[in-house]
């Protein structure tokens, strides 16, 4: 697999009829298409293969399925949708794939001067799943911490590579989250970290652990320079930085500086040492970061609700198909206004059988409930510019327009043909019903 570790994956899950060997019929193909999202870096190749287990309410379908990637596509071909009547399916992914089984223990490479690709284990996690040729958005996180080191050398010597001692390298993984964290019955060991730029840029996977962490620098005429650092903690799919300057004296020192990155993973936030620990700085801004964009927050009704309308493009979506600009198609106003909806393409897939429903919501986010609704509109506590009035969608039956430019509905779950949803305008009190899911409404993610 050709990927930088500054990536995130979105993928959906998309079928096409096709029929298999095994009895099960015409049935949908599943399959998996990847789609690289606030990345740098490279695609996956021809061959990945990733792993695949699909539950639904009897048990397992299939489990550590392995799914090629044809350039396009993760797929087998003999793999073939149940019938919808029985029953949502929850969807299990891994990469990279394991013959022996999906992984519940998974450790790092030692000796990652090759790279650390196969030390990056990715996992996700889409639940509510109804069989079918809907796609079905999953989102692939990094379950490893990632640490970037920048070596500012001063001494005569150049430098040779850079090791990390005392962090454990294996971890317990949980798909069904999905998260990892360390083996507590694990020992500290040596690692030997990948060379981005020579004696300047390298870099390491890490077990998610809270650990004391020895860093040394090997030069090339064979001296050595290390320094530890306290009960440094690194968090599941977050990044680090760390830098390091070689002194010039005889024999050279280093000094370390470590923080975190803001990046493509998570950002990680500051890795203390004892010696250079510093409390000041600023209040982090309030607010959750989502493929790309950034939306503020606020507790109402005790829940945090974006106080923004969602400004995500869902994976495969077309404008005109269950997914609109605001009023009157006007483009330039999704930045302050946000998209509109339909049901299908907000819940990704997913059903409101049973709650809450991710959907197109960041992961740790999902769309608002009933209950969640009504407390929003009796909360002292909701601002009075909190709705944003963008327009509607009205669609139903042979009718496909936009509703008036004043007014707009803020989304909630379906209980089948309707959506719960606030209707609000810009002259009268907000209101709690219930309207067509085919309806394109604004969406505000509330945090699970």
């Not at 996690?125 to 999953?138: C, K």
């Not at 060379?195 to 620098?217: F, H, I, K, M, N």
């Not at 929003?376 to 009075?384: K, Q």
């Amino acid at each position: 697999m050709k990927i930088f570790l500054l990536s995130l994956f979105s993928v959906g899950v998309i079928s096409a009829v096709g029929c298999s060997d095994d009895g099960r019929g015409a049935l949908p193909s599943v399959r998996i298409v990847p789609t690289l999202s606030r990345v740098t870096g490279l695609y996956f190749d021809k061959g990945d293969r990733i792993g695949l287990t699909i539950t639904r309410p009897s048990g397992n379908y299939v489990a550590n399925h392995p799914m090629d990637y044809d350039g396009t596509v993760f797929l087998a071909s003999e793999l073939t949708w149940y019938d919808a009547s029985e029953g949502t399916a929850t969807l299990t992914a891994y990469y990279p794939y394991s013959e022996s089984g999906t992984p519940t223990r998974f450790t790092v490479a030692l000796d990652q001067r090759d790279g650390c690709g196969p030390s990056d284990l990715l996992g996700a996690v889409q639940r509510d799943v109804v069989p079918g040729s809907a796609p079905v958005g999953m989102t692939f996180h990094h379950l490893m911490s990632q640490l970037s080191i920048v070596v500012e050398n001063h001494a005569e010597s150049p430098v040779a590579g850079v090791t990390l001692s005392g962090a454990v390298a294996e971890a317990d993984v949980d798909l069904s989250v999905p998260k990892a964290e360390a083996n507590p019955d694990a020992t500290g060991v040596e690692i030997e970290t990948f060379e981005v730029d020579a004696g300047l840029r390298y870099r390491a996977v890490l077990v998610p652990q809270q650990t004391s962490l020895t860093v040394e620098v090997i030069l090339e005429d064979g001296t050595t320079c290390s320094k530890s650092i306290s009960e440094a903690l690194f968090g599941g799919g977050k990044s680090y930085d760390l830098s390091i300057v070689v002194s010039a004296g005889e024999p050279p020192a280093i000094e370390v500086s470590l923080s975190g990155e803001i990046a493509d993973w998570e950002d990680g936030g500051s890795l203390e040492d004892s010696e250079n620990s510093d409390d000041g700085g600023e209040e982090p801004t309030q607010g959750v970061d989502y493929e790309g964009e950034h939306y503020g927050t606020a507790t109402i009704g005790g829940a945090e609700w974006m106080t923004e309308n969602l400004r995500y493009k869902p994976v495969g979506a077309q404008i005109g198909t269950g997914f609109w600009y605001p009023y009157d198609n006007d483009a330039a106003a999704v930045p302050t206004k946000g998209y509109l909806y339909d049901w299908s393409v907000a819940a990704n897939g997913g059903t409101a059988a049973t709650t809450p429903v991710r959907g197109i919501c960041p992961q740790g986010w999902h769309i608002p409930d009933e209950t969640e609704l009504q407390a929003l509109l009796e909360s002292p506590e909701r601002p009075a510019d909190f709705f944003c009035c963008a327009g509607y969608r009205i669609k139903n039956g042979p009718t496909d327009r936009y509703g008036t430019e004043n007014k707009g509905m803020l989304m909630g779950v379906s209980d089948g043909e309707m959506c719960h949803a606030i209707l609000f305008s810009d002259s009268a009190e907000p209101t709690l019903g219930s309207y067509p899911a085919t309806y394109g409404m604004s969406l505000r993610c509330v945090k699970d």
